[in-house]
């Protein structure tokens, strides 16, 4: 579980390089939803400019190299009652004793301590929600959900589910926000990504960063040029963006901006924390980790 974030400043490490990535990919025959084979999905991600990558397979581990991309380890863990649950670490050994855990809540408690990234999947996914708010504020321990998720643009339900990460952000429960494909057929893949500032492009140095929240997320190609706090001010950029937003407790806006640039005080409001969001050209967005007032 995530135990090394600055939670006042997630990208308070600005060593390294901002490496392009997805973390939820399902292969065929390994998942049944998959329609594509592995070494497809490699090549295809590869050509799309991603530096890594993690296959998520089913209730699998599936093991990938090649095509130059760091590959984490990685798989999604799901019961009957539609716990969909991303889990990836370098010790493979953690990821079999993990597909021998029927129960998510000795899931949960099996991966405390140990060194994992622990993701609560699509949560808007189908007309009645994959996870409640009431639900994810109940489960624990995990490190993150996923804030926007693209195949759910095709299927039932919200891709964004920003809501339910600022009611877990407004009720303390800190937690990071990530964006994937779950890519399934060819056309899902490139739709979002989380960049990550890494050392190296390793899968080590690059699982490490997400673990400490020094990554930020994105859809529709959506790119960030700058992420720094000095002080209580906070300053984010956008490649083209149009609108900046500062969003604190509840989910509510706290400023807006037209064009490419925000500076945010965070101690004139009343506020725990403050997160932003970059919207672009058409439906691309953009999303940073939050920033806490204080532990």
Known sequence: MSNHVDWTDPYGDRRGRWYKGNLHTHTSPASECGQVALDRVLKLYAQAGYDFLAISDHMTLTEAAGH?????????????????????????????????????????????????????????????????????????????????????????????????????LAADR?????????????????????FVRARRKSARDILDAIRRGNFYCSCGGMRLSGIRRLGDVIAVAAEGGQEMQAVGDGGRVLARVKGPKISFDLSGWPTSYVRFTAYGPGSSMAWTQPFFKGL
Do not use: M
């Open 68 to 168: 130059k991309l760091a590959i984490i380890p990685g798989l999604e863990w799901n019961s009957a009652a539609g716990e969909h649950t991303g889990i990836y670490a370098l010790d493979r050994g953690i990821l079999r004793r993990c597909l021998k855990i029927q129960d998510h809540r000795r899931l949960l408690k099996f991966l405390a301590g140990k060194e994992a990234l622990v993701v609560l999947n699509h949560p808007n996914w189908q007309l009645s929600p994959h996870y409640r708010r009431e639900q994810l504020r109940a489960k624990g321990p995990y490190d993150g959900i996923e804030v926007y998720n693209f195949v759910i643009e095709r299927l039932q339900g919200c891709a964004i589910s920003t809501d339910k990460w600022d009611d877990l």
């Open 174 to 194: 800190r937690v990071l926000g990530l964006a994937s494909d779950d890519s399934h057929i060819e056309a899902d893949i490139g739709g979002a990504a989380v």
